[in-house]
């Protein structure tokens, strides 16, 4: 089945710092979602991407879709101690009925204030 | 306009008991999906509703089942529970209006312990 490897696993940076973060398949997506999740929380949806290429903003982060329709990018930029909690990136490949994420494993974020 | 509720947030089973658990996606959704959340294996797609009907369905046994009901709302079951059934399981509401829009909005989860 499909497989995402989503890098790196956690991090720990100073409060100020840019983070960045990313997520590669083995098969082509159509979409590629980036989510945060608090503890003990369900996922909150930060970016969605529809386009190979596409780069969108949410504040101080920005996601990007790779050109390879494989891949996609995450960036916080002046990290704050509320960015900390687990980062996931999910791709969908919607054709012939198809609607299920495959997330990747999550980038655990903490901030050293 | 209201989030994805899930009832109950907390549940406390024994081996070969099942369970029902509740979703009640947001407003104008229609599809509803189900994952199973475990330290070990991440997030993992169980299935998803779509007008009453299952589109998909993830690689989980049997005993792993579900519905949705003419207003959206979705159950899902579990038979003959095991100890590795213990996990955080979530329910995801989608529009699925256009075929490249594939948001998906999460609950809170319910937290599954089977002892």
């Known amino acids: 089945g499909q497989q995402l490897n989503q890098s790196p696993q956690s991090m720990f940076i100073q409060e100020g710092e840019d983070v960045s973060m990313n997520c590669t398949s083995s098969?082509?997506?159509?979409?590629w979602l980036w989510y945060k999740q608090d503890p003990g929380e369900g996922p909150v949806l930060l970016i969605a991407?529809?386009?190979?290429?596409e780069l969108t903003s949410n504040g101080r982060l920005t996601a990007q879709f790779g050109i390879t329709r494989k891949d996609s990018f995450l960036n916080i930029s002046a990290s704050i101690p509320s960015d900390v909690g687990i980062y996931f990136c999910?791709?969908?490949?919607?054709?012939?009925?198809?609607?299920?994420?495959?997330f990747g494993k999550g980038t655990k974020l903490s901030v050293i204030p | 306009k209201a989030g994805v509720t899930q009832t109950p947030r907390y549940l406390i089973k024994t081996r070969g008991q099942q369970v029902t658990l509740s979703c009640s996606p947001i407003?104008?959704?229609?599809?509803v999906s189900w994952y199973q959340q475990t330290p070990g294996q991440g997030l993992q797609f169980l299935f998803e509703?779509?007008?009453?009907?299952?589109?998909n369905k993830g690689n989980f046994p049997g005993r792993f089942s579900g519905r949705q009901f003419s207003n959206s709302r979705s159950e899902m079951n579990v038979s003959t529970l095991e100890l590795g059934d213990s996990a955080l399981y979530l329910c995801a509401s989608a529009v699925r209006g256009r075929a490249s829009r594939n948001e998906q909005f999460f609950g809170p989860g319910t937290r599954l312990t089977v002892l």
């Open positions: 991407l529809y386009k190979a290429g």
């Open positions: 098969s082509i997506f159509n979409t």
């Open positions: 407003s104008g959704h229609r599809s």
């Open positions: 509703y779509f007008s009453e009907t299952q589109r």
């Open positions: 999910a791709g969908a490949y919607s054709g012939a009925g198809s609607y299920q994420l495959t």
